[in-house]
């Protein structure tokens, strides 16, 4: 009972150290030598006993955070067997054993010699042991025991996120969830009061509110209107400790904004537009715009907008521009200030789109009233007809009067209108326009069949303003006369097979005919076939007439025979059903053939029923053999005319001169030498333009003009070729007959120069030539001449 009691109070001392400053705890532990407990009697009468262990181990608590100037005293370890004579050391293992933890060797005193941070590290493990001071041997086994660090409030919450946007809906009702904000706080949760967290709002108030125990803000008054104010700031505050005095807090901000609702209507700014439209501008011009605000953004502020009333619902119509929000009020009919010169037009604009939660706000459109003025514009001449159709008969004399067209001026001044035919469209002229009252005359006769419509453009201007111009088509249709008669609609050929007078006449007719008549179907058609009256009679053919604007050519009789009479030229009148009927005599030729039993046609040709029989075939072979001998020797004598030729200059090797110069075709030629005056040589009427044919051979002799000739003992030289020279130009007789050769004259005034080399030699040249040792053999001649200037110079 003893060792029981001494348990209790060393519990009981360190449950009140525990909560003292100093946190002092000793925990005893007891072991006796002597026995304890109930005496058990052996076999042979020995005693036994049961031994209790010495240490009684449990938490110890150290508060976080200490700042004193002293170690603080965690516990106080110490053993029974421990007399006090200072025999027992205590040693200390673990976490933290010797650094944040030491204990007195001698006393078993455990002290913290560090600041502890709770959050950093909530225990520490340590081990224990009582060991003889001298032999270090142990007395006791090691045992393990926790030291916790206590925690204080000593963290202040903190919020997820500095700042928080939150959207909810103006006009939301009171207790609307607008977000949730949540906050942590680092210190025990198990522990007192130092995590427990409560919400308060600090700013914001009295639009919006906080729950104390969740964070979630709502909405705390109804009716928040985004257009009154969109957006709100509010401060929030997590406190510690349950909220209560001395707690620590932490703060954020929440930025909520209102989302639009269509809750407003849209509202003309005025009552009245006054707008104004020329009756000059064209259906689809803009005439004005009209707007009506609406405070509401994005779908719930489009309006639209349309016409419901006034008496211009006809000429004016509306559209919305969607970009600007605006009512597009534009012309749907041309207007006339002489008709009406003013107009009034009711529009409404309406939300596209109605929140039905806020209908009763009240009708989501708004009227206004637009007048509109027309202003007077000087307007073109109008035509009393957007077109006209004339009709003229063709043929008919030139001056006749086709039709009127009629134009006025719709404005008040009524000026004078001019007409005028736009040339463009009548470009051979067929008509005319009398300029002051419009009537449209022809200039010539007019075919319809070669035009049967004609369209011409009238303009009407006034006579004051020019450029006030209309414009309007008129159509002339030229009436068909009877003015041409029918004729075949094709070249018909009629054959009939030669017979004898014995067979009998067949019934098929030879050839049938049809007629085609430029006429209109009115002096057309129905066609009637017949032979003139002069051979109404025919003795050989008759003409029948279908009457469907055919007809059939029979035979009154047989025995035709291509011996007596081959062809026959057949007349057939035709006539057409117009008033007075047309008519036209056409010819029918119809050849006499040859057929078979059968009636098919084998030849219609004359000659060849005479001539028994054409040429053999042996015949026709030696006519082609003929042919081809006679192109074999045209093909050998062409052959040879060219191989005989040879060129007209004979470049040899060895032959090097260099004043000697051969021409086989008489010429001046280029100025490569000045024995005489080169110019002499020239055509004097091929330098004026005029050169004698001398192509072809003439027909006359020519006789030499006398005087021409010089005497001679003349010795000008001049004289003498320029005489010969006009004797060739002037004979026609001379030859050559074939062709034209005409020297101009180079020489030293042409751009080129001379090309000649013979001058060379006698001139000052600076070229070396000396090239032309290494060019060979070929060159051998040239290198020589050309190229031993030097040596010459030495030699003299």
């Given at each position: 009972m003893k060792e029981n009691y001494c348990l209790q109070a060393a519990l009981v001392c360190l449950g009140m150290l525990c909560h003292s400053q100093a946190f002092a705890s000793e925990w005893r532990g007891h072991l006796r030598p002597s026995f304890h407990g109930h005496h058990e009697k052996g076999k042979e009468g020995q005693v036994l006993q049961r031994s209790k262990r010495g240490w009684v181990w449990n938490q110890f608590f150290v508060i976080e955070e200490y700042t004193g100037p002293d170690p603080v005293l965690v516990g106080r370890l110490h053993s029974d067997i421990d007399s006090g004579d200072g025999n027992i050391k205590y040693i200390l293992s673990g976490e933290g054993a010797g650094?944040?933890?030491v204990i007195d060797d001698k006393s078993g005193n455990i002290h913290a010699t560090k600041k502890l941070d709770r959050e950093e590290r909530a225990q520490y493990t340590l081990m224990a042991q009582a060991v003889d001071r001298d032999t270090n041997r142990p007395l006791e086994p090691p045992s393990e025991f926790i030291v916790k660090v206590q925690d204080i409030n000593d963290n202040p919450p903190e919020f997820l996120h500095e700042t928080y946007h939150a959207n909810v809906p103006e006009r939301s009702n009171v207790g609307t969830s607008v977000i949730q904000v949540t906050a942590s706080d680092a210190d025990d949760p198990t522990y007192g009061n130092s995590a427990k967290l409560v919400y308060s709002i600090?700013?914001?108030?009295p639009y919006f509110s906080v729950e104390a125990q969740t964070g979630i803000i709502r909405t705390a008054l109804p009716n928040m209107d985004r257009e009154a104010k969109e957006e709100y700031h509010v401060v929030i505050q997590a406190k510690d400790m349950g909220g209560h005095m001395g707690g620590l807090s932490g703060t954020t901000k929440v930025t909520i904004t209102l989302t639009d609702v269509n809750d407003n209507p849209p509202k003309f700014p005025q009552s009245v537009y006054q707008m104004s439209v020329?009756?000059?501008?064209v259906p689809g011009e803009e005439v004005g715009r009209v707007k009506a605000k609406d405070p509401d953004i994005?779908?719930?502020?489009?309006?639209t907008y349309s016409i419901v009333d006034g008496d211009g619902m006809e000429l004016f119509e509306i559209t919305t521009d969607y970009e600007t929000q605006e009512g597009v009020i534009k012309l749907k009919k041309p207007v006339d200030f002489e008709t009406k010169r003013a107009y009034s037009l009711?529009?409404?604009?309406?939300?596209?789109?109605?929140?039905?939660?806020f209908i009763s706000n009240g009708p989501f459109k708004d009227t206004v009233t637009v007048k509109i003025a027309v202003e007077d514009a000087d307007e073109p001449p109008m035509f009393l007809a957007p077109s006209y159709i004339h009709e003229v008969q063709e043929n008919a004399a030139a001056g006749t009067v086709v039709g009127r067209v009629h134009a006025k001026d719709p404005d008040a001044a009524n000026s004078q209108i001019r007409y005028s035919i736009d040339r463009h469209t009548d470009l051979d002229r067929f008509f005319t326009i009398n300029p002051e009252d419009g009537f449209i005359k022809t200039t010539?006769?007019?075919?319809?069949?070669?035009t049967a419509w004609l369209n011409i453009t009238v303009f009407a201007a006034e006579i004051h303003n020019r450029h006030q111009e209309a414009k309007v088509p008129v159509a002339i249709r030229v009436l068909d006369v009877n003015d041409n008669a029918p004729k075949f609609a094709a070249p018909y050929e009629g054959f009939i097979c030669e017979s004898d007078q014995t067979k009998p006449l067949s019934n098929q007719p030879i050839v049938t005919i049809s007629a085609d008549d430029k006429d209109d179907t009115a002096n057309g058609p129905r066609f009637i076939f017949s032979l003139p009256p002069e051979i109404i009679h025919n003795p050989n053919f008759t003409v029948r007439d279908n009457r469907d604007n055919t007809a059939g050519v029979y035979a009154r009789r047989g025995g035709f025979s291509r011996q007596k009479q081959d062809l026959y030229l057949l007349p057939i009148v035709i006539s057409d059903g117009g008033i007075p009927p047309m008519s036209s005599t056409n010819t029918l030729t119809i050849k006499v053939c040859g057929c078979d039993v059968n009636g098919a046609l084998l030849s219609c040709n004359a000659e060849a029923y005479i001539l028994n029989a054409g040429l053999s075939t042996g015949a026709l072979i030696a006519i082609l053999a003929c042919i081809v001998i006679l192109l074999v020797i045209v093909v050998l004598f062409v052959t040879l005319r060219r191989q005989k030729k040879e060129p007209l200059i004979v470049f040899e090797e060895e032959d090097v001169r260099e004043n000697i110069i051969t021409y086989d075709d008489e010429g001046g030629g280029e100025e490569d030498t000045e024995a005489f005056d080169i110019a002499t040589l020239q055509n004097p009427d091929g330098i004026n333009g005029f050169i004698p044919r001398k192509d072809i051979k003439p027909e006359y002799q020519y006789m030499p003009r006398p005087g021409l000739r010089p005497a001679p003992s003349s010795v000008d030289v001049d004289d003498f070729i320029n005489t010969r020279i006009q004797e060739a130009d002037n004979d026609p007789t001379a030859p050559p007959y074939d062709s034209i050769q005409i020297y101009g004259y180079e020489g030293r005034g042409s751009v080129a120069g001379s090309l000649s080399s013979l001058e060379s030699a006698t001139t000052d040249s600076d070229l070396d030539y000396d090239y032309l040792q290494n060019w060979g053999p070929r060159f051998k001649k040239l290198a020589d001449l050309y190229g031993s200037k030097d040596t010459f110079d030495d030699d003299s």
């Amino acid at each position: 009972m003893k060792e029981n009691y001494c348990l209790q109070a060393a519990l009981v001392c360190l449950g009140m150290l525990c909560h003292s400053q100093a946190f002092a705890s000793e925990w005893r532990g007891h072991l006796r030598p002597s026995f304890h407990g109930h005496h058990e009697k052996g076999k042979e009468g020995q005693v036994l006993q049961r031994s209790k262990r010495g240490w009684v181990w449990n938490q110890f608590f150290v508060i976080e955070e200490y700042t004193g100037p002293d170690p603080v005293l965690v516990g106080r370890l110490h053993s029974d067997i421990d007399s006090g004579d200072g025999n027992i050391k205590y040693i200390l293992s673990g976490e933290g054993a010797g650094t944040i933890f030491v204990i007195d060797d001698k006393s078993g005193n455990i002290h913290a010699t560090k600041k502890l941070d709770r959050e950093e590290r909530a225990q520490y493990t340590l081990m224990a042991q009582a060991v003889d001071r001298d032999t270090n041997r142990p007395l006791e086994p090691p045992s393990e025991f926790i030291v916790k660090v206590q925690d204080i409030n000593d963290n202040p919450p903190e919020f997820l996120h500095e700042t928080y946007h939150a959207n909810v809906p103006e006009r939301s009702n009171v207790g609307t969830s607008v977000i949730q904000v949540t906050a942590s706080d680092a210190d025990d949760p198990t522990y007192g009061n130092s995590a427990k967290l409560v919400y308060s709002i600090l700013e914001g108030q009295p639009y919006f509110s906080v729950e104390a125990q969740t964070g979630i803000i709502r909405t705390a008054l109804p009716n928040m209107d985004r257009e009154a104010k969109e957006e709100y700031h509010v401060v929030i505050q997590a406190k510690d400790m349950g909220g209560h005095m001395g707690g620590l807090s932490g703060t954020t901000k929440v930025t909520i904004t209102l989302t639009d609702v269509n809750d407003n209507p849209p509202k003309f700014p005025q009552s009245v537009y006054q707008m104004s439209v020329s009756e000059a501008n064209v259906p689809g011009e803009e005439v004005g715009r009209v707007k009506a605000k609406d405070p509401d953004i994005g779908e719930n502020g489009l309006v639209t907008y349309s016409i419901v009333d006034g008496d211009g619902m006809e000429l004016f119509e509306i559209t919305t521009d969607y970009e600007t929000q605006e009512g597009v009020i534009k012309l749907k009919k041309p207007v006339d200030f002489e008709t009406k010169r003013a107009y009034s037009l009711k529009v409404e604009a309406t939300n596209m789109h109605i929140d039905q939660k806020f209908i009763s706000n009240g009708p989501f459109k708004d009227t206004v009233t637009v007048k509109i003025a027309v202003e007077d514009a000087d307007e073109p001449p109008m035509f009393l007809a957007p077109s006209y159709i004339h009709e003229v008969q063709e043929n008919a004399a030139a001056g006749t009067v086709v039709g009127r067209v009629h134009a006025k001026d719709p404005d008040a001044a009524n000026s004078q209108i001019r007409y005028s035919i736009d040339r463009h469209t009548d470009l051979d002229r067929f008509f005319t326009i009398n300029p002051e009252d419009g009537f449209i005359k022809t200039t010539k006769p007019l075919d319809r069949e070669e035009t049967a419509w004609l369209n011409i453009t009238v303009f009407a201007a006034e006579i004051h303003n020019r450029h006030q111009e209309a414009k309007v088509p008129v159509a002339i249709r030229v009436l068909d006369v009877n003015d041409n008669a029918p004729k075949f609609a094709a070249p018909y050929e009629g054959f009939i097979c030669e017979s004898d007078q014995t067979k009998p006449l067949s019934n098929q007719p030879i050839v049938t005919i049809s007629a085609d008549d430029k006429d209109d179907t009115a002096n057309g058609p129905r066609f009637i076939f017949s032979l003139p009256p002069e051979i109404i009679h025919n003795p050989n053919f008759t003409v029948r007439d279908n009457r469907d604007n055919t007809a059939g050519v029979y035979a009154r009789r047989g025995g035709f025979s291509r011996q007596k009479q081959d062809l026959y030229l057949l007349p057939i009148v035709i006539s057409d059903g117009g008033i007075p009927p047309m008519s036209s005599t056409n010819t029918l030729t119809i050849k006499v053939c040859g057929c078979d039993v059968n009636g098919a046609l084998l030849s219609c040709n004359a000659e060849a029923y005479i001539l028994n029989a054409g040429l053999s075939t042996g015949a026709l072979i030696a006519i082609l053999a003929c042919i081809v001998i006679l192109l074999v020797i045209v093909v050998l004598f062409v052959t040879l005319r060219r191989q005989k030729k040879e060129p007209l200059i004979v470049f040899e090797e060895e032959d090097v001169r260099e004043n000697i110069i051969t021409y086989d075709d008489e010429g001046g030629g280029e100025e490569d030498t000045e024995a005489f005056d080169i110019a002499t040589l020239q055509n004097p009427d091929g330098i004026n333009g005029f050169i004698p044919r001398k192509d072809i051979k003439p027909e006359y002799q020519y006789m030499p003009r006398p005087g021409l000739r010089p005497a001679p003992s003349s010795v000008d030289v001049d004289d003498f070729i320029n005489t010969r020279i006009q004797e060739a130009d002037n004979d026609p007789t001379a030859p050559p007959y074939d062709s034209i050769q005409i020297y101009g004259y180079e020489g030293r005034g042409s751009v080129a120069g001379s090309l000649s080399s013979l001058e060379s030699a006698t001139t000052d040249s600076d070229l070396d030539y000396d090239y032309l040792q290494n060019w060979g053999p070929r060159f051998k001649k040239l290198a020589d001449l050309y190229g031993s200037k030097d040596t010459f110079d030495d030699d003299s």
